[in-house]
């Protein structure tokens, strides 16, 4: 399609809105006789149209208060329709700023429309239309893109704010700690946590070293132990496998309440082919044995504060289902100062059990053995302990003197002080302890309640 010079359209300013059909008439071009007979019915159709209904008034109505302005007459190029612009266009009856100034053809009534002599004419024309189409389109798009506006939060008070918790303090290592070794048979997280010091004792059960925690200096006992094919393992509740029986032992008594009276395991290490238990270590201590020895004829009153606590450790340990089976006075660590008894060493101890045990499995001291070990198939743990406490209280008091030397005297013979000065109720307590017949023993409840025990005065 091409336009002729003379047939290009004024330039239009669109003064209001509203629904607008807009009619493209065209010429000079070169028809038909068909064609001819279809513009002249087209022509006639359109020259309905008065000369107010030109396209400048009827796109742009009068506003409110506005007197019409008859135009000049319609160029020829407007009178012919075009079918693209005959449809009502849905985007011209949107409200746009584009149509609000007024048309510079209503400013006088006689001023004759000037026509444009070149082709920017029809562009300029193009170009506005255009922005009235899209201009809806850009404040649809410029709407949709609104910024969220935070809320104002005002600014706390510093006063007010609460202050800052100080980080927790590192605790130290959680005790019952299972660590594997590396191949020079030491364990690094041991000489993480441990330093060893000297020696502080040895014997068939291993060595017990003198030890530093890093982690607060505090001083502790380390007991070093072979592996052998006669270890006992023991079952305890909490743990996924068997442990070797001292520290089964042990983890049992560090239940809540726990007895001032037993040592306590702080730390515990498996090596391939040693043990390394981490404990308490009182100090200034010594074996109750070693006491003994230093401070022979021990009054009854020093005697009586040492036998109120080995019966407590005693006590706790059965309460903790723990038979240690190996009561005697070097199993015992005392406080020089306080006088405050340790039981240690349950590596020949069990689980308590109402059964008994096996007499021919006995591996507790000879010298402190119940007679029910040589003359019975089985031996119980309360009266087997009863026993132990009766031959410990009389080597208190006879100057570290046992009451029995052999088998035969532990089953037959009768006992007899050494020592002359002896209340008859201390011998009272030591007869009942050592009965033969472990069933007529009296319990460690029973031991507790005794005169001598209680009395202060004796």
Not at 66 to 73: I, L
Not at 191 to 210: N, Q, R
């Amino acid at each position: 399609m091409s336009l002729s010079e003379d047939n290009l359209c004024e330039e239009l300013s669109l003064s209001s809105t509203g629904t607008y059909i807009v009619e493209w008439r065209w010429s000079g071009l070169n028809i038909s006789n068909k064609g001819k007979q279809d513009r002249d019915r087209r022509l006639s159709n359109a020259s309905r149209l008065s000369k107010s209904d030109s396209l400048q008034e009827w796109m742009c109505p009068p506003l409110p208060g506005q007197v019409p302005v008859e135009s000049a007459e319609a160029s020829p190029v407007l009178k012919k329709t075009s079918p693209v612009l005959k449809k009502t266009s849905p985007v011209l009856k949107k409200t746009s700023p584009v149509f609000t100034e007024a048309s510079p053809v209503n400013k006088s009534s006689t001023e004759k429309p000037k026509k444009c002599k070149k082709a920017k004419g029809f562009g300029s024309f193009m170009k506005m239309l255009w922005k009235a189409v899209k201009y809806p389109f850009l404040c649809c798009s410029r709407a949709g893109a609104v910024d969220v506006v935070e809320p104002f939060v005002p600014p706390a008070d510093p006063e007010l704010e609460p202050e800052p918790e100080p980080e927790p303090e590192p605790e130290p290592p959680v005790p019952g700690h299972c660590a594997l070794n590396t191949s020079n048979g030491e364990s690094t997280d041991f000489e993480a946590l441990y330093d060893a010091g000297e020696m502080l004792g040895s014997g068939g059960f291993g060595k017990v070293y003198e030890g530093t925690r890093k982690f607060d200096g505090k001083r502790v006992a380390i007991k070093r132990m072979r592996k052998e094919d006669s270890d006992v393992y023991l079952s305890i509740p909490g743990h996924p496998k068997p442990l070797i029986t001292e520290v089964a032992l042990l983890l049992k008594m560090r239940q809540e309440p726990m007895s001032p009276y037993a040592i306590r395991l702080y730390d515990w290490f498996e090596h391939p082919r040693k043990f390394t238990l981490i404990m308490e270590f009182p100090e200034p201590c010594e074996s109750l044995l070693q006491y003994i020895l230093d401070n022979p004829q021990l009054d009854e009153s020093t005697a009586r504060v040492i036998m109120r606590q080995a019966v407590l450790a005693v006590q706790h340990c059965i309460d903790r289902d723990v038979f240690h089976n190996d009561v005697h006075a070097n199993n015992f660590l005392l406080t020089t100062n306080t006088l405050q008894l340790k039981l240690i060493d349950f590596g020949s101890g069990h689980l308590l059990s109402s059964d008994g045990y096996d007499s021919k499995s006995y591996i507790g001291m000879a010298d402190y053995c119940p007679p029910e070990v040589f003359t019975d198939p089985l031996y119980h743990a309360v009266p087997t302990n009863v026993w132990s406490l009766g031959v410990l209280l009389y080597e208190i008091m006879n100057d570290c003197a046992l009451p029995f030397l052999t088998s035969t005297d532990i089953t037959q013979a009768e006992v007899t002080f050494k020592n002359s000065s002896i209340s008859e109720e201390c011998k009272d307590l030591i007869r009942q302890c050592l009965t033969r017949d472990p069933t007529k023993r009296p319990t460690l409840e029973q031991l507790q309640q005794h005169d001598w025990i209680r009395n202060e005065g004796l």
